[in-house]
């Protein structure tokens, strides 16, 4: 389990204004579903379900399971402007490996959010001691693919034509590796 | 670490950092970054110069880095060790500066951490950049 006592936690962006991150909790669901509605469809193609109906993010926020998917939150008063989730498997062949995604409300972008979001994530990450972070971004959305390897993130590979949007059309997708401490420590063999 | 000099244009102006967390890190580090050794007139005793300016800093960073727990920056730190240790052994061969480029960057991203565990900006060397009568600033983070 990872410790959560540094939340809630202020930071300061790039034009000097506030937000605090934290854990997403049950009371959030309307908070987070405001914010998604307003996010970019490209942004929100890799959900599994339609996020811009109710039901789904108040069921989300009725089951959290940290260990499973960690959401953190960017709060701006009682508003969500970003959020980043650690996912990660209790067993099996990837339980070393957390998957990362950031989403960051259009209005902040450009301010250093996303950027703060990936330490969290980075920080967490090794808390957890994972081997890898694990980022899968659409080619488009370069921004975002230059923030995570600012931070350390590496391209893997590109999947050419592999995912779709809501309207069908085809995006390449880009997978990016963050090694971790635990990668050099561990030895199973 | 000087807290005040003189522009080009004479006016009389004052270390952006001076007073804040970490002055001497971000100031460290954007000495680098604007440094001589950057350029294509760049001599031996400029890369020399670097040299010893980033051994100087990583020593802080790691001194700053001690009561911190920031499991990230210590292994961005020690990725900036080994990187500077290529560049000054030779082993980096003529990519001896790219080397030092990434002990740059690596450097960069620890004071980044250690100023987002204090809540504060994100650094930006931009901001050092008229005081240090820089030409340009190379990049800009945006995201």
Known sequence: MIPLDRYPKEITLR???HAVLRPMIPGDADGVWRFLRQLPEIDKAHFREDVDQREVVDRWAKSLDYDAALPILAMQGDGVVGSATLYRNRTGWKQRVGIV???????F??????TAMIREIRYLGEKAALNYLLAEVIEEQQAAVRALERMGFEKAFVHRKFVNDRTGRLHNLVVLLHPMSGLEEDTFF | MRESGTASSGKKVECPYKGGAFMGLRA??????????RRMDATAIDVRKAHHQMKRLLGEIAI???TEDI??????LEK???????????EGGPDALRYLDHALSYAHRVIGDLLHEKGLPPHSPADFAGWYDAGEVPFREDW
């Open chain 1, 15 to 17: 034009d000097d204004t």
């Open chain 1, 101 to 107: 995604r950031i989403l960051i409300a259009p209005d």
């Open chain 1, 109 to 114: 972008r450009h301010k250093g959010l996303g």
């Open chain 2, 28 to 37: 460290g580090h954007d000495l680098l970054y604007f440094g001589r050794w």
């Open chain 2, 64 to 66: 700053s880095l001690e």
């Open chain 2, 71 to 76: 499991p990230p920056a210590r292994k961005d």
């Open chain 2, 80 to 90: 900036a060790l080994e990187a500077l240790y290529t560049a000054e052994s030779g």
